[in-house]
């Protein structure tokens, strides 16, 4: 099991002699340590129940506000970092910490995965070995970004996703030294990475599959004057890819 200094945010992984014999009971458990975790032990401690809570995360920190992670987390000058961002201060409510977590009995187990549901018998299993039993499950594992394929270099240095909080603090690193940025993607987060690396100088390029960004959202109108459509050498899509060159800042 991990637990996470609450001024860092940081994990202490104390799971190698002790988790293969772990077994916890637990009324509620959540998989998943992220938004949505974050929200629902906020509800479950205001109906005074947060020790039947049992959080399992696989990431190395609390539940924080992810949207952070492509905007005031990129900022070149004070960008936001954990535990600033933790939920839910999104959604006005308290700054839920690990003195937080621990005030309201709730248990949060950071750096540990899931592995298996053995759903008849109200059973999980982690990748540290522990066994949780529980009366009532909470899946709110999310989603994980689209990778670029390996074979088309998705797997290069330099190329950076942007879904949890060690992913941005890679690209936050890389960011420092770099000398120019492409965006792959034109939907929010594609768009707000840009405007953070035009912010640092890199006059990023924006490629996206569609005629214009922000495809799928009621924002597609105003955004597409900034749109023109470029041939890109990318192997797949028979559409043409569109290019935005120098992307604003006030993108
Ligand atoms: C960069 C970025 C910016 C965003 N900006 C906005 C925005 O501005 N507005 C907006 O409304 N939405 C935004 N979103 C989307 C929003 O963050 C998600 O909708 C929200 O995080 C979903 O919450 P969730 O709890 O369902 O999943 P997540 O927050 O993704 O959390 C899922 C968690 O489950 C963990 N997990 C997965 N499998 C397991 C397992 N087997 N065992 C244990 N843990 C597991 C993952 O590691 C993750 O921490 C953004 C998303 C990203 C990535």
């Known amino acids: 099991m991990a637990t996470t200094s609450a001024s860092t945010g940081e994990s202490t992984d104390t799971t190698a002699e002790t988790t293969s014999t772990t077994s916890l009971a637990k009324k509620i458990v959540v998989v998943g340590g992220g938004n949505s975790a974050g929200y629902f032990a906020r509800a479950v401690v205001a109906a005074g129940r947060g020790a039947d809570l049992c959080i399992v995360a696989g990431e190395n920190v609390l539940p924080y506000e992810r ?8 900022h ?15 959604g ?14 709730v248990e949060v187990m950071l750096s540990t995965r ?30 994980s970004a689209l990778k670029l394929p390996a074979a088309m270099g998705g797997a290069l240095p330099g190329v950076h996703y942007v879904r949890d909080n060690a992913d941005a603090l890679a690209l936050y690193d890389a ?16 768009l707000e990475c840009a405007a953070s690396l035009a912010t640092w100088g890199l006059n990023p390029n924006v ?6 960004t922000m495809v799928g959202s ?5 955004m597409r004057h900034r749109a023109y459509t470029a041939w890109a050498r990318y192997e797949a899509p028979a559409a043409p890819l569109t290019q935005l060159n120098h992307l604003p800042p006030a993108c």
Not at 93 to 100: D, F, I, L, S, V
Not at 207 to 212: D, Q, S, Y
């Open 114 to 143: 899931v592995t298996a549901a053995d759903l008849a018998n109200k059973t999980l299993t982690t990748d540290t070995g522990a066994h949780i039993t529980y009366d009532k499950l909470v899946v709110a594992t999310g989603c």
């Open 175 to 190: 960011m420092g030294s770099a000398k120019k940025a492409v965006v792959i993607g034109g939907g929010y987060i594609g």
């Open 207 to 212: 490629v996206l599959m569609e005629p214009h």
């Open 76 to 90: 070149k000058e004070s960008p936001a970092r954990l535990p600033g961002f933790h939920t839910s201060v999104g």
């Open 92 to 105: 006005g409510g308290e700054r839920q910490t690990q003195e937080w977590y621990d005030a309201n009995g």
């Open 67 to 74: 949207p952070a992670l492509s905007k005031a987390f990129l």
């Open 218 to 222: 009621g924002r597609e109108t105003r």
